[in-house]
Each structure stands twice: as structure tokens, then as C-alpha cells.
């Protein structure tokens, strides 16, 4: 409770007149040197309010008329600038010629590093790794519609079954058991016989038995050797590359019902110059065919 301000017996210094079971708290003034640094940041703040925008209203409020905005969009208007002449060079060559000049190679994978990981590596991964569950790898050598300079800009460009161009990569499995294709048995062994082709022999009768189902549905697409069509989008099946998991059980969940994977066409969102170092840079992250 409070109690008359007194001076403290043994420091000499003033009480507060408050007390707690006897204890006394000592009013002991903050050291000069603070309340000096405290007043001035106040004036601190006081001239940077004057010079500066600083309440969250349309438009400077600051007698400078400074805004952070516009000094980052002048910021981004001059580096463009100054990249102009590189990126006019890259958007009238093609990726092979981009590829084949030092300069502009360097130019594009830089830049093209840039692109992927602000577009493309939410679905393909930081390093182009991909993930199961449709989206594919870009770091190897196992190409779903092909793996030159100008599949992977067509593809970069128009996109796969998006709906957005008439030029996009279309291609469609069809449900098999949901069609009525093929009886779920016959799904398992058709599974059975394609997780063969990657190294999998655990039921010997199922895999005969699968054989001649995947020659009647499914080498039409995917071929009589499971090597897989890039006219038509149909993967390879014969290595352990998959897409949505390579057991057994897996496939056939694929097969009786399967997930089809969708590309943006990016042909509407990036200038053509970003297509283009996108495409150099996707070509040399490991899997870049001629």
C-alpha cells in the first residue's frame, strides 16, 4: 500500500512511497545518457513523419514525396534497362542459338534459374527433381514429350491439357475398370506385368498372365516394349522412373483409375525472352537432349 516518500536510509536516494511486506521502491532516476538517446530518436521521428511517408494513406504524405514503391519500380525499370540489350539478343534466337554463344548461355541460365524457381519449381522442385503424383523430373534423361531445345520450349509455352492453347500437349488414359475396360483382376495383373519391366517379379503367374492384357490396351500407347511414345505423351515403363509410385499396388491404382497431370501454359504469362532462358536452363539440368 502506499506509503509517505522518504529517503532511503541506506542509498540515500528517494522512495516512490510504495511498499510490498517491507520492501521499499527506490525512485532512482535513468541515467542521463538514456533519456538523451530517448528524446532523440523522438525528434528522430518526429522529422522522418515531416520527410517521410509513414501512415498507411493513398499517396506520400512526406514533403519529400519519396515512396518506397516507386523507387523500386524505378529500381526494376533501370536493370531492365540495362538488360535490354541482352534480352532483345535472347528473345529473336533460339534456344540452340542461345546455347551455343558463351555470352548468352551464361545470360540464360542465370536468368533462367531465376524463372524456374519463381514458376516452375512449386510443381518440379528446386532442382527440378520432381515429385510422385505427376510431376515429373527434369533432371534426368526420361522425357514424357520429349527432351530437345524445342520440345521443352513447346511445352514451356503452350502447356499440357491446361485448356488455355490449341497447340498445348493433350493426352488421355483411359479408366479402366471405371470405363469398364478391363475387370480389377485383370488391373492387378496388367500391374503385375508392367512393375515386372522395372525389376519386380514378385508373382511369376500374374506377370503371365498381365502380359497379353498390356499387349491388347496398352502397347498402342506406351509400346510393344514399354519403351513409351512422346507423339502421344505415353511414358516409358520399362526402367524405375515413375510418376505416381512404381509397386505394384500403385500402378494398378493408376490403371483403373488415373490422375492425369496439368501444365499451365506459360505462353500468356512470360515474355518470350524468359521462355527461351527457361528452356536453356531446363535442357542443362541433367537431361537435355539434342
Not at 187 to 200: F, T
Request: proline share 6%.
Amino acid at each position: 500500500m502506499p506509503t509517505k516518500i522518504e529517503k532511503d536510509a541506506l542509498t540515500g536516494t528517494d522512495t516512490t512511497g510504495h511498499e510490498w511486506d517491507g520492501l521499499k521502491e527506490l525512485n532512482t532516476p535513468l541515467p542521463k545518457w538514456w533519456l538523451y538517446v530517448m528524446y532523440a530518436t523522438i525528434a528522430f521521428s518526429l522529422v522522418w513523419v515531416i520527410l517521410y511517408p509513414a501512415f498507411p494513406i493513398r499517396g506520400a504524405t512526406g514533403v519529400t514525396g519519396w515512396i518506397a514503391r516507386e523507387a523500386v519500380m524505378q529500381d526494376v525499370a533501370a536493370a531492365n534497362e540495362r538488360m535490354a540489350p541482352m534480352l532483345n539478343r535472347i528473345r529473336e534466337a533460339t534456344p540452340q542459338q542461345i546455347a551455343a554463344d558463351p555470352d548468352l548461355r551464361a545470360f540464360a541460365m542465370a536468368g533462367g534459374r531465376i524463372a524456374f524457381a519463381n514458376n516452375c519449381a512449386g510443381c518440379h522442385g528446386a532442382g527440378g527433381q520432381g515429385a510422385q503424383g505427376g510431376f515429373p523430373s527434369l533432371a534426368d534423361d526420361d522425357w514424357i514429350w520429349g527432351g530437345s531445345y524445342d520440345a521443352i520450349l513447346q511445352t514451356i509455352r503452350h502447356g499440357i491439357r491446361a485448356g488455355e492453347s490449341d497447340e498445348e500437349r493433350t493426352s488421355m488414359m483411359p479408366r479402366f475398370v471405371a470405363d469398364g475396360v478391363l475387370t480389377v483382376p485383370q488391373v492387378n495383373d496388367v500391374a503385375a506385368y508392367v512393375a515386372s519391366l522395372g525389376g519386380s517379379t514378385d508373382d511369376a503367374a500374374a506377370v503371365e498372365r498381365g502380359k497379353p492384357l498390356y499387349a491388347d490396351n496398352c502397347a498402342s500407347c506406351h509400346g510393344e516394349n514399354a519403351e513409351g511414345n512422346r507423339d502421344v505423351g505415353a511414358p516409358r515403363l520399362n526402367d524405375r522412373i515413375w510418376l505416381h509410385g512404381g509397386d505394384r499396388h500403385a500402378i494398378a491404382r493408376f490403371i483403373a483409375n488415373p490422375r492425369m497431370g496439368v501444365m499451365p501454359a506459360w505462353g500468356g504469362r512470360l515474355d518470350p525472352a524468359t521462355m527461351n532462358m527457361l528452356a536453356v536452363y531446363v535442357h542443362a539440368l541433367g537431361g537435355g537432349e539434342n
